[in-house]
């Protein structure tokens, strides 16, 4: 493993970000297992860098591991290496990637991942610093300091028996919460210009010429459930796009939604407002009345591509995008109510699974409405 390098990405003035920052430099000298909670894209690993960098494991290896991208029997053996002969293509022993980070720092990213068994080594490593091979006998001794991360509730999956409630405890000693970019207002366009100017770098622009005021209220608009790594991707694009003479003007928060074909905004148009029609219809509504509704105005939309707004209660110009979130969180809204905000039974109302409901209830800031 290669010695870790300091990333100088973490950026921010909102109070909120630099009690973060204050806490992960008071947590960052003890030798003590870190839990780092926060939404995609929020700079989980960038936190954990920084924990190792402050701490006095810094000249040692800084270990990491994404959890998700392996399957249960993989993960075990990435993490703690395996014997020769402990299954079938094991020629020969292979040291994990705790024995790597042996008096460093290992990270791992999602892990909620992580399935009962692995839980269950993560915990002995944790309180005795000590493990045995894939197919081995002999102990393994360490000294490594584990960070982990997730964007799951793992109160709720330990409640749930989906995570070891034990192993919980024991790794939040301190949780370090990073608030999502929706509530650091302030770094914005901090963040905006930082990556615009490293843009305008890598395209050898003599200098960025800025944003105008359009591009930065559309910035400061929008609700970024990608956090930094989608402002990061967006800023980007825009700068890409734009004559290097001229301040940046037009932000494409979706590039695919910016493909469709004008037909295609229309009839996507004339769906969401059938079924907000059936929706707000004082009459009971099936999901079968919803179908017939949305398939009788794409039937329409597709005989012809002048559509009359009147006759569809539609008033152009449309913010589609507007449009959609506002569908989706009155969706949302009713489910919540019909199941009495219990997240499970809401989940089943709208064909999604628990995480899926979780992801968009943290995407529209609806999760204090509801029953944990």
Known sequence: MSRFKQQDNLLGQANSFMDVLEQVSQIAPLNKPVLVIGERGTGKELIAARLHFLSQRWEQNYVKLN????????????????????????????????????????????????????????????????????????????????????????????????????????????????????????????????????????????LFSGFTAKAKKTLLEYNWPGNVRELKNVVERAVYRTNPNLPVHDIVVNPFLSEFRPQQRIRTAIQTSAVHSAMNSSAPVDNNTLLDSIAQSSDEATTTVSVSPAEKNLYFPIDLKEQSQDFEIHMLNSALKDAQFNQKKTAEKLSLTYHQLRGYLKKYNLLDKTDE
């Open 67 to 206: 959890c998700a991208a392996l399957n249960d029997n993989l993960l075990e053996s990435e993490l703690f290496g395996y014997e020769a002969g402990a299954f079938t293509g094991a020629a020969k022993r292979r040291e994990g990637r705790f024995e790597y980070a042996d008096n460093g720092t290992m990270f791992l990213d999602e892990l909620a991942n992580t399935s009962a068994l692995v839980q269950e080594k993560l915990l002995r490593v944790i309180e005795y610093g000590e493990f045995e091979r894939v197919g081995g006998t002999r102990t393994v001794k360490v000294d490594v300091r584990l960070v982990a991360a997730t964007n799951e509730d793992l109160p709720t999956l330990a409640e749930q028996g989906e995570f070891r409630a034990d192993l919980l405890d024991r790794l939040a000693f301190d949780v370090i919460t990073i608030p999502p970019l929706r509530h650091r207002q302030e770094d914005i366009m901090m963040l905006a210009e930082h990556f615009a100017i490293g843009m305008a770098r890598e395209l050898e622009m003599e």
